[in-house]
């Protein structure tokens, strides 16, 4: 109803409604840019994003993470579907005809003429989920989804090549608009992007099917742009539809990258609650073309990668796009193994089993990231069961514990605020954190956070201490100018007495900044 009555107060004619969500309080707009400052002030708008276009990110892998050794245990996550958002998939290939692996396919693509843009959905409409619908695009992009599905679920049970989770079903949902626009295209006009609000739709679709089929993962091998830490800032939207698969112990694999970057991702990998994915080489070095940063979860094999091309037989290819996959299909496997298992659970197997990578690349600084290990991350007797070492860092997918944006409450300058770090039983609406909180365990010393500081401009520094401590003669993040996100380390209250477990004091040179606080990871004291 509130969006009836928003899109009622615009002038007709200067609006295409694109897109509604079935589970998402979202909904997406073409506008006239003489009305967006209109639309901003509404009462019934809470955020306005641009709608995006991200581009397609393009045998001895699964030796190298232990697949075989999770077959021969009878583990090849059978029972477990994966779905697959990308360019499409050949669903006729023997990858994915041998075992009837498509359960569902869905495709959700845009017509913009302005843009050059058609949908590639059958018949040119926007929204499908017909057999059929998941099929690939019509751009030379489009063999890009056929390689992800099968390096995730594909068998022809013949081999050599197989996917990671070769019992899964796969539900292939197609996500690409083509376009005819030398502006977007470059040189490769014409091509295949993907507007966020279709992957938004997407990802909606999937929530629905979560009690249809048993769903362990979505694998996205998408993106552009690139931002150090988490982007949720900029990611309402996209970030809420993750949220409620995550809520559903359902993990969005997304990858992080081909621009080679030491400290930054692209979106939407950067947003906190998704599973972001590194590519390495088979010696387990980071391959030259691949994004890193803080906020990156898990690296896997995405060098010279064989799987499945539309048309039938293989092709090899690289890219962090190969490395989500492997982690999709690698999920599905220990939900196979315990079906019981949670969210933050199996991460934190995957962390804990994995092999420590660090970035060797001239200039990179990031270490001890977590290569997949698939055949040490099994262990069904008991399962996944993680207990933290003292002094051990054990992470979490990123849970929101401040934004100051949602309480009304800025930073003061020079006021200490004391905050709560998300441990087991608290809640955190107060400080604009989940109400649930983040389960922390007792023991914890120390959190893993990414904070933002959301300003108009200002620079300043900030200082947070424990609870109950004196202020320390120590800045812990300093900005100049505009929003600005760091990784950080934090002591935290321990003991008795802990109304609250660490403060923040802000020295700025004007009032109004915002914090945003997202936690990823705590160390046992």
């Known amino acids: 109803a509130r969006q009836e009555e928003m899109l009622s107060k615009l002038p007709r004619g200067k609006f295409i409604e694109k897109r509604r969500y079935v589970n998402l309080p979202f909904m997406a707009v073409e506008i006239d840019s003489s009305q967006l400052g209109q639309l901003k002030s509404m009462a019934e708008v809470t955020s306005v994003e641009e709608d995006v276009l991200d581009r397609p990110a393009l045998a001895s892998s699964n030796g190298v993470i232990g697949s075989p050794q999770a077959w021969s245990g009878g583990f090849d996550g059978s029972t477990q579907t994966v779905a697959v958002l990308d360019t499409g ?290 262990n069904p007797d008991p399962p996944l069961q993680v207990t933290p070492v003292t002094g051990s860092y054990v992470p979490l997918a990123g849970c929101r514990l401040v934004d100051t944006r949602q309480t009304g409450l800025a930073l003061t300058p020079l006021a200490e605020t004391p905050f709560l770090a998300g441990k087991a039983g608290q809640n955190l609406n107060a400080q604009g954190g989940l109400s649930s909180g983040c389960g922390l365990p007792p023991g914890v010393s120390s959190i893993h956070v990414n904070l933002t500081v959301v300003s108009e401009g200002s620079s300043g520094y900030l200082r947070a201490w424990p609870f109950g401590q004196a202020e320390p003669n120590a800045t812990v993040f300093a900005w100049n100018g505009g929003n600005s996100t760091n990784a950080l380390s934090l002591a935290i209250c321990t003991g008795t007495g802990c109304s609250a477990d660490f403060v923040v004091k802000l020295y700025e040179d004007t009032s109004g900044v915002e914090l945003v606080i997202d936690l990823f990871g705590y160390t046992i004291e």
Not at 109 to 138: D, E, F, K, L
Not at 163 to 181: E, H, K, L, S
Not at 320 to 331: D, F, L
Request: some cysteine.
């Open 89 to 378: 998939v050949d669903t006729s290939h023997p990858f994915f005809t041998a075992g009837s692996k498509i359960v569902a396919e869905a495709c959700f693509s845009s017509n913009s003429s302005s843009r050059g843009g058609t949908s590639a959905c059958p018949g040119g409409v926007t929204r499908s989920t017909a057999a059929g619908s998941g099929g690939i695009c019509s751009t030379s992009d489009c063999n890009h989804g056929t390689h992800v599905a099968g390096i995730a679920a594909g068998n022809d049970f013949t081999g050599p090549n197989f996917g990671v989770a070769r019992g899964a079903d796969i539900i292939p949902i197609q996500v690409f608009t083509d376009f005819n626009n030398t502006q977007l295209c470059g040189s490769s006009n014409p091509c295949s992007l993907s507007y966020s609000s279709d992957q938004i739709a997407a990802l909606d679709h999937v929530y629905s099917l979560r009690n249809t089929h048993s769903i362990a993962s979505v694998s996205m091998s998408l993106g552009d742009g690139g931002y150090y830490g988490y982007c949720d800032v900029s990611e309402v939207a996209r970030k809420s539809a993750i949220d409620n698969l995550r809520s559903v112990g359902i993990p969005t694999i997304i990858s992080s990258g081909n621009n080679g970057y030491r400290d930054k991702m692209q979106s939407p990998a950067c947003i906190s609650s998704a599973i972001s994915v590194a590519a390495t080489t088979d010696s387990d070095n980071l391959a030259s073309f691949s994004n890193v940063s803080t906020a990156t979860s898990l690296v896997a094999p995405g060098v010279n990668i064989t799987s499945s091309r539309p048309g039938g037989g293989t092709a090899t290819l690289s890219g962090t796009s190969m490395a989500a996959p492997h982690v999709a299909g690698a999920w599905a496997i220990l939900k196979q193994a315990n079906p019981a298992a949670t969210f933050d659970e199996i991460l934190q197997d995957l962390y804990a089993s994995g092999v420590v990578v660090d970035d060797d690349r001239g200039g990179a600084t990031i270490t001890g990231l977590r290569r997949l290990n698939l055949a040490a991350a099994l």
